[in-house]
């Protein structure tokens, strides 16, 4: 598994990706790839779909 490093994100998104995480009883960055994920798939869809039409 290849490892990211994200340097300078505000203190107030990774506050909310904190709060994200305790609710869910993960990780922040569990956190990070599910959002990575669905955001990925979400745009992948939309070039699909664009392409097919």
């Known amino acids: 598994m290849a490892t990211l490093h994200a340097l300078n994100i505000p ?4 506050a909310q990706l904190q709060e994200l995480a305790k609710a869910e009883n993960s990780s922040v960055e569990a956190q990070i790839i599910k959002i990575l994920q669905k955001a990925l798939q979400e745009k992948t869809q939309l ?3 664009r392409r097919s039409i």
């Open 11 to 14: 203190d107030e998104l990774y």
């Open 47 to 49: 070039i699909e779909e």
